[in-house]
C-alpha cells in the first residue's frame, strides 16, 4: 500500500488539475474471450494438447508465458528453439497468442538477489533494461506481424505493484524506466503491434498514478492497460459480488469516481483506472488478463457449483456495465470503461504451494468443471 501523503496528493491533483478535462465516449471493439494457459517451457506435444483443450472451449486467445530466461540463459545468445515450438503448436491449432515477456535470467537479476517465499519472480537490475527491451525486439522481428506468426500483441511483463511478480518490492520508477526502454526500443515496429501494459493486480488507481507522475509522457509506452481485478475482499475474509461497490467519496464523485479510494477489490473500479486516463488525455482500451475463482475451502474458494455461477455472473456484470455502454452519471458522462477482451484464469488447474491452484475451468484429470460450459458460451 501507498504511504498515505502520495495518496493525498493523488486525489487533490486530480481534483485541481483535471476537472477541465471534457469526458468523450470511447469506441467500443467486439469483446472477445481468452484464457490463461501454463506452460512452463514444456513440449511441443503438450503445447498442442493444451491449445486443443482451449479450442474445446471455443477459445482462439490464449495469454502465455514467454520467459526471457528460456531464450536468452547466456547473455547476447538466443536459442529461440522453445519459442519455435510454441508459434509452431498454437498456429496448428489456430490459437492467436498474447505473449507475457517476463522472467529475468539469472544474469539480468540483482546482485546477491535473494527470492523469498511467496515471490514467483524478481525484477531485473536496472542495468539490464535495455537487454530486456533489445529481447522484447528480437521477439518482435521473429514472431511479430511481418512473420508467418503474426504475432500482434505483446505483454510486458505482470502484476509489476505486487512484490509477487516485481520481487523484492514494487518500484514504480523501475518500472517506468523499463516501460521507456520497451516503448523506445520497437519504435519501428510500433505502427503494426500493440504493446499491452503489465496486468495491474486489483483496480491499483494509486500504482498508476504513479507512474503517471513519474513520467507525465507514461501513455506513450504502451497500448492497452491490462487488470486483473480478482474479487477477494480487502481482508481475504471473502469475495465480492461483481455488482458489490463500497460508498461514494463526495469530492471524488464529483469528477465521475466510484466508491472510495481506499478499496480497490471492486469490480466496478476498474471504470476509475479508465476515468483516471481519461483525465491524463490518455484513453486506452482495458484488458482483463486474469479474473477467476478457485475451487477451494473458503474463505477464497469456492465450490464447483459457485464457481460457474460467480463465472456467469461476472461475465454478465462485464458485458452490461464495464464494455462499451456509460457507466455513470455526472461528470462521468457517457464514458464507459471499455473493456475489450477477457483472459480468463484459467484453462486447467495447477500446483500451487500455497493450495489455491484449482482455478481451471478444466480439472487436473482433464474433465470439465461446470465453469467450462459457461463460459464456452461467451467464447463461441
Not at 517476463?102 to 537490475?125: C, I, R, V
Not at 464447483?304 to 458485458?319: M, V
Request: with cysteine.
Amino acid at each position: 500500500m501507498a504511504p498515505s501523503n502520495p495518496r493525498v496528493r493523488l486525489w487533490s491533483s486530480l481534483l485541481l488539475g483535471l476537472l477541465a478535462c471534457l469526458l468523450v465516449p470511447v469506441a467500443q471493439a467486439e469483446m472477445k474471450y481468452g484464457i490463461n494457459a501454463k506452460w512452463g517451457g514444456g513440449g511441443y506435444d503438450e503445447l498442442v494438447a493444451r491449445f486443443a483443450l482451449a479450442r474445446s472451449l471455443g477459445v482462439k486467445q490464449v495469454r502465455i508465458d514467454w520467459e526471457w530466461r528460456l531464450v536468452e540463459g547466456q547473455k547476447g545468445v538466443y536459442d529461440w528453439t522453445p519459442m519455435d515450438n510454441l508459434v509452431k503448436a498454437a498456429a496448428e491449432q489456430d490459437i492467436e497468442l498474447l505473449p507475457i515477456v517476463h522472467y529475468a535470467p539469472n544474469w539480468a537479476l540483482p546482485m546477491l538477489a535473494f527470492k523469498s517465499s511467496g515471490t514467483f519472480e524478481l525484477a531485473p537490475s536496472s542495468d539490464y533494461y535495455d537487454n530486456f527491451a533489445a529481447f522484447v525486439k528480437a521477439c518482435i522481428e521473429r514472431y511479430g506481424p511481418a512473420t508467418q506468426a503474426g504475432i500482434t500483441y505483446w505483454q510486458i511483463w505482470n502484476e509489476p505493484n505486487t512484490p509477487q511478480f516485481w520481487g523484492p518490492s514494487p518500484k514504480p520508477k523501475d518500472f517506468v524506466k523499463m516501460m521507456k526502454a520497451v516503448s523506445h526500443a520497437v519504435a519501428e515496429q510500433r505502427a503494426s503491434i500493440k504493446l499491452v501494459h503489465a496486468g495491474i493486480s486489483r483496480n491499483d488507481i494509486t500504482y498508476l498514478w504513479m507512474l503517471w507522475d513519474i513520467d507525465p509522457s507514461y501513455g506513450d509506452y504502451f497500448d492497452i492497460l491490462a487488470v486483473h481485478p480478482y474479487l477477494f475482499n480487502k481482508d481475504a475474509s471473502g469475495i465480492n459480488a461483481p455488482q458489490d461497490m463500497d460508498a461514494d467519496e463526495s469530492s471524488l464523485a464529483k469528477m465521475g469516481f466510484v466508491g472510495s479510494k481506499e478499496d480497490n477489490t471492486y469490480l466496478g473500479k476498474l471504470f476509475n483506472l479508465q476515468l483516471f486516463m481519461h483525465l491524463r488525455q490518455s484513453s486506452k482500451p482495458i484488458w482483463i488478463t486474469e479474473l477467476g475463482y478457485v475451487v477451494a475451502a473458503p474463505p477464497l474458494g469456492v465450490t464447483e457449483a459457485e464457481q460457474s455461477a460467480k463465472t456467469k455472473a461476472t461475465l454478465d456484470y462485464i458485458n452490461q456495465h464495464l464494455s462499451g455502454k456509460s457507466f455513470g452519471k455526472g461528470l462521468r458522462g457517457d464514458l464507459s470503461a471499455d473493456v475489450e477482451r477477457v483472459y480468463w484464469f484459467s484453462l486447467e488447474d495447477y500446483e500451487s504451494p500455497d493450495g489455491l491452484g484449482n482455478f481451471g475451468l478444466i480439472r487436473a484429470d482433464g474433465t470439465e468443471r461446470p465453469a467450462a460450459a459457461v463460459y464456452r458460451q461467451y467464447a463461441q
